[in-house]
């Protein structure tokens, strides 16, 4: 196949899948990852020109590195890897919870970075290639909630710049995708969403196909390796105290007493 081929993370859902639909209705071929979501990844590869999905439990390093290995041996034209797949789950810098810090460290920064390693080591690309790792305006704007998180995510960003240094091929790229408040988290209800995905400089919400047009933009690699973008409409350059779910829990509160 001489077609540029991009492997997406978690892309039978919500980003990933938004992410998915661009590149295939650019030319690309898709591999959709997932995890859990065989009929969601099968219903969104059908939709596309050239896709074919993948299963691969993130948690289990050595098989993600397999998944990476077998993937490369078979394709002449393997451009992307978008490590898009995270874990999102509630804790805070008062109590660390060790076993969702553990997923989080993994899920989140251990196995994309040995991917991304593994990538660069194995895939065969024309005018190389490119590691896009999603981070997190969290890296600009921290606050206490969802700590194990913040941290795998502020631990994923710091392997950016010294994957970008250690790269053998002058052509190769490795970028950060930082977004905000993009889809709805958790248990949010539409009105806290679009409330909460407001709070940001320009008091818009940041579209997902937006993120999506920023990854196809890397995917050339016209800028240079190791710069991270941040598509959340200036929320990174606030100060906020805590994370925006609860934000704007906290401002229908205030309303809510008025």
């Not at 078979?74 to 978008?82: E, K, S, T």
């Not at 805070?92 to 060790?98: E, F, S, T, Y």
């Not at 194990?148 to 091929?169: D, E, W």
């Amino acid at each position: 196949m001489t077609k540029p081929a991009v492997l997406i993370t978690g892309a039978a859902k919500r980003i990933g899948a938004e992410m998915a639909r661009a590149f295939g209705q650019n030319g690309w071929h898709v591999i959709i990852h997932y995890g859990q979501s065989d009929g969601a990844a099968r219903t969104l590869a059908n939709s596309l020109p050239s896709a074919e999905i993948i299963g691969c439990d993130l948690a289990d390093g050595a098989a993600a590195i397999a998944m990476i290995e077998q993937i490369a041996a078979r394709l002449d034209n393997w451009q992307v890897l978008v490590n898009s797949a995270s874990v999102f789950l509630p804790d805070g810098a008062d109590m660390l919870d060790p076993a969702t810090f553990q997923m989080a460290m993994q899920i989140n920064a251990q196995t994309p970075t040995m991917m991304a390693q593994a990538f660069l080591h194995a895939a065969n690309a024309m005018g190389g290639r490119r590691v896009i790792n999603l981070t997190d305006q969290k890296l600009e704007n921290p606050n206490p909630d969802f700590f194990s998180y913040t941290m795998s995510k502020h631990a994923l960003a710091a392997a950016i710049p010294m994957l970008a240094m250690a790269a053998v091929r002058g052509e190769d790229r490795i970028y950060g995708l930082a977004p905000g408040a993009i889809l709805p988290s958790h248990d949010q209800a539409e009105e806290e969403t679009e409330t909460s995905h407001r709070l940001n400089l320009l008091r818009r919400k940041t579209p997902a196909n937006e993120l999506a047009d920023a990854a196809l933009f890397l995917a050339e690699g016209h800028l240079a390796s190791g710069e991270t973008l941040f598509l959340d409409s200036g929320q990174h350059l606030l100060a906020q105290p805590r994370d925006v779910i609860y934000l704007a829990r906290q401002i229908a509160g205030e309303e809510g007493m008025r």
